[in-house]
């Protein structure tokens, strides 16, 4: 079955410390990966994706995420998180073909920073 | 530039009765696709509209339809409406038709329904 795990509902960390939000995946093919965030009462906005090439993707707002594909994942990694970093995050791959492509999403990972 | 757009932000309804939801994509956007993302979960996919032709459907009863006018704006109508279908729903614009292109969607601020 084609999916995508995070496996952290909520994620703390210290203003300053790096980040980690995991992010697991299971389709068939190459995936197309992206990472979203949604900050409270409004929509949900693009960090980046992959889609080939280099396995470390650059993002909005100095994120950054690492692709394996031995491992099926594509962790989001900031080195030095902020307090307006907290926010839910998710991981979302494309998965089916032709017209039955989808996008399909994790659950979300809250992270929430600390000052 | 004005980002998407979504109608009306908040909306409670009773059951049985039926709800329509609008949405205005990104200025020279053909693709929207619609999701419904209940508290504490992530989206889930309900359609997809490209060029005005539904180009996908996610795991949702008859209820739920949807459809694309001439200028890409598109609306999602709700029948018969059911407590579980209480949720933020969210309406995304992409050039093409995102996950064949891998181009990222811009999503709109959502419509809150709250059917008692």
């Known amino acids: 079955a084609q999916s995508v795990a995070q496996p952290e509902d909520q994620v703390n960390v210290a203003e300053g410390n790096p980040l980690t939000v995991k992010c697991t995946y299971s389709v068939s093919g190459n995936p197309y990966l992206f990472w979203y965030v949604q900050y409270p009462n409004r929509g949900l906005q693009f960090l980046l994706k992959y889609i080939t090439g280099d396995n470390l993707v650059k993002g909005s707002y100095g994120f950054e995420a690492e692709f394996n594909k031995s491992q099926t994942s594509f962790h989001l990694k900031k080195p030095s998180a902020l307090v307006s970093d907290s926010a839910l995050y998710f991981c979302?791959?494309?998965?089916?073909?032709?017209?039955?492509?989808?996008?399909?999403w994790g659950l979300g990972t809250s992270l929430a920073v600390n000052p | 530039d004005a980002g998407v757009t979504q109608s009306p932000t908040h909306l409670i309804k009773t059951r049985g009765q039926q709800v329509t939801l609008r949405c205005s994509p990104i200025s020279g956007h053909k693709s929207v696709s619609w999701y419904q993302q209940v508290l504490g979960q992530g989206p889930q996919f309900i359609f997809q509209y490209y060029e005005k032709e539904e180009r996908g459907r996610g795991n949702f009863p008859d209820r739920f339809s949807a459809r694309q006018f001439p200028n890409y704006s598109s609306e999602l109508n709700v029948n018969a409406l059911l407590l579980g279908d209480s949720a933020l729903y969210l309406c995304?614009?992409?050039?093409?038709?995102?996950?064949?292109?891998?181009?990222?969607?811009?999503f709109g601020p959502g419509t809150r329904l709250t059917v008692l």
């Open positions: 995304a614009s992409s050039l093409l038709i995102a996950e064949l292109a891998g181009n990222e969607q811009f």
């Open positions: 979302a791959v494309r998965a089916g073909a032709g017209n039955n492509r989808k996008l399909i």
